[in-house]
């Protein structure tokens, strides 16, 4: 109803303010099953966010439960002291240091391999290279971080260690040698995307001041935008590190399972992961000793790699700060 | 301020330009050698394998089930397992992304609660998948006692690719101009309707390719599921969502695992073919880009 109506419209329909009020009160009604369904799928997308949480939750509680079972029954003196490991053999030693130094060894030689390249690949793409040439190398670069692990795997069992074997007689089928290698160019991307983003973050202006005094663009990339993105580099070095300790596949195909304490990469070697892999690939019962070291192996992995990723975040973060 | 010692500066300021430059180019040159390696790495992982294997691809090694003769060994429960995971995980995991995504993006509020899943999340995206693996046996297969199932993979390898799908839609989200939301609810809509409306059908080109790279990474992950349990030798296609099943990963792992050279080409004409199906993943999440991003522009 508008103020244009005539007397005579008024007469024949309802009182004008009755109309008024079904109008509002119908709006009403509508306007209250809207919000209720609206605070219905608010609700459902609140609890699709919870998942994570509870993703986290069910990891600690899963992993949690049997670790302890586990330290019941074999001392956590022994588990970090014992430099034995054979709970798969009768005479029993939970030593972690023969898996542990084994992860630690191939983790070294692969960022050895990842971090030079992957920081060189980033400089080159984001600061040498024309767009129209990093348009073109970066997906393809992008191809080596999705190819699946097992292919990496078998590269490394059936490629690079025969190839090495030619110049390193001694080698032996399965080593910490040839994973590394392998695992190292499969974190490249990794390193490279991660570092060139914190680059290309840096401000223009930053790159521009330094030409202006003078500098060549080595110094550029080296006294400037280097430094002015370290943090996002650090972040992306400390990503590849808990990358490179959680990998599983590479090294339970090309590296062995033999869980020795030693740092000779040239012979097999047990990492972490590929004890789980080992013991889940035969049928182990529940509740069984055996059982229960995946998941005590797991925590320890579990808890190296979290705390390798919150000080990347924080790294991270701070950065983000620094230029947002 | 003596002429003398303005002629000491003078000689001591040495500006070596064309050796700083040449240093440079040799540095420059470096880079391209870097970008070269992780190239040509590439290219000679891709080369072996097809060496190895294509003489081993044919209509049979698809069609047929896994074998103790290398010869009459195939892929097919493999490629069944492989396909069933994808579509579950997707018809599990897209939803969620989304919805969590969404959430995230445009209704959580600056609290400490948003704060923790925000921490929590790149945590999750960066957790070693083996570790997920020790997740479902303890969760899916044991208490929820789904066994080692079709269902209990595709619920673990969800969770597995939860946190990619989150991120990669957030992006999606993020990219979408302000501008656009403000139209939305200057025009009477409510929030809700806004995103759904005007914000979810801009973000979707970027939403989808998130989640088919999500999917790829699904198909290509071995660990978690050799940790659930999964058979590596299956000579069945699974049923029902409770059958045990294989994943073409999984197959090739056992292949590799053998000590015959003929289980080692087998193994490679399998890598073959889950390089084929994840380039086309990949090629398809880059058709959807280019084709969705053409009708929607700001």
Redo the contacts between chains.
């Keep these: 109803m508008t103020s244009e109506s005539t007397p005579a419209q008024l007469a024949t329909s309802i009182d004008r303010r009755e109309w008024v009020e079904r109008v509002l009160t119908g709006t009403q009604r509508i306007d209250r099953i ?1 919000r209720v369904r ?1 605070r219905t ?2 609700t ?3 609890l ?6 509870a ?2 939750i ?2 600690i ?3 949690g ?2 670790t302890v079972r586990f330290f019941q029954r074999v001392s956590i003196v022994d588990f970090l002291t014992d430099t034995q490991w054979t709970p798969l053999f009768t005479e029993k030693h939970f030593g972690i240091w023969p898996l542990l130094t084994a992860t630690i060894l191939v983790s070294v030689i692969a960022m050895l391999i990842a971090l ?3 920081l ?2 980033a ?3 984001a600061e ?2 024309p767009d129209r040439v990093a348009r073109v ?1 970066k ?3 992008e ?2 971080a ?10 490394a ?3 690079v260690t025969p190839l090495l074997q030619r110049f390193i007689p001694q080698l032996e089928v399965f080593n910490a040698l040839s994973a590394g290698l392998v695992m190292g ?1 499969m974190i ?2 990794l390193v ?1 995307s991660l570092s060139e983003d914190a680059m290309r973050a840096v401000p223009q202006s930053l790159r521009e001041g330094a030409y202006a005094l ?1 500098a ?4 550029v ?1 080296w006294r400037v935008v280097v430094p002015s993105s370290l943090s996002g580099i650090v972040a992306a070095f400390i ?1 590849a590190v ?2 490179a ?5 590479i090294v ?2 090309a590296m062995g399972q033999v869980p020795r304490l030693t740092l000779n990469p040239l012979v097999a070697m047990e990492t972490m ?1 590929a004890y ?2 080992q013991v ?2 035969g049928d182990t019962p ?1 509740g069984t000793l055996e059982y229960q070291t ?2 005590a192996v ?1 925590t320890t ?2 808890v190296i ?2 705390a ?3 000080l ?2 924080r790294f991270l973060k701070r950065f983000r700060e620094v230029y947002e | 301020m003596s002429a003398e010692r303005i002629a000491t500066t003078d000689r001591e300021f040495e500006p070596r330009l064309s050796l700083r430059k040449r240093l440079g180019m040799l540095f420059g040159l470096l880079s391209a050698v870097a970008i070269a390696i992780g190239l040509v790495t590439l290219e000679v992982l891709i080369a072996d394998v097809i060496h190895d294997g294509w003489r081993a691809l044919s209509w049979d090694f698809l069609t047929s089930y896994p074998s103790r003769r290398p010869e009459q060994a195939g892929i097919r429960s493999a490629l069944v397992g492989t396909f069933y995971i994808l579509i579950l995980v997707g018809l599990i995991a897209f939803p969620l992304g989304v919805a969590a995504a969404i959430y995230l993006e445009e209704f959580a509020p600056k609290n400490r609660l948003t704060a923790t899943i925000e921490i929590n999340l790149s945590n999750l995206a960066a957790v070693p998948s083996i570790v997920y693996g020790l997740l479902g046996l303890g969760v899916f297969v044991r208490t929820f006692m789904l066994g080692r199932s079709l269902l209990a993979g595709a619920l673990t390898l969800s969770l597995l690719v939860l946190p990619i799908i989150i991120i990669a839609s957030r992006e999606a989200l993020r990219a979408v101009p302000p501008s656009i939301r403000e139209a939305g609810l200057a025009l009477g809509a409510s929030h809700w309707q806004t995103v759904r409306l005007f914000v979810l059908p801009a973000a979707l080109p970027g939403i989808l390719t998130g989640t088919i790279l999500a999917l790829a990474r699904a198909i290509g992950e071995t660990a978690p599921l050799i940790t659930i349990g999964a058979l590596t030798y299956v000579a069945f296609t699974p049923k029902s969502l409770f059958d045990p099943f294989t994943v073409l990963p999984i197959q090739i792992f056992n292949w590799i695992s053998r000590p015959q050279p003929a289980f080692h080409e087998r193994a490679a004409a399998g890598i073959i073919v889950l390089l084929a199906v994840l380039l086309l993943f990949n090629g398809l999440a880059i058709f959807l880009r280019a084709r969705l991003q053409r009708r929607i522009r700001f």
């Design positions: 809207r609206e799928i608010l459902f997308l609140f699709a966010a919870l998942i994570s949480i993703t986290t069910g990891i509680y899963t992993l439960i049997e030079p390249i992957g060189l690949s400089i080159g793409l040498y290279a190398v997906p393809v670069l191809i080596l999705g190819v699946p692990t097992v292919v990496y795997g078998y590269f069992l059936l490629f160019i490249v991307p490279a003078g060549t663009k080595l110094e990339v990503l808990s990358r300790v959680g990998e599983t596949m339970a195909i992961t789980i892999v889940s690939l529940h995946i998941f797991g992995l579990f790699t979290m390798l990723n919150l990347s975040y």
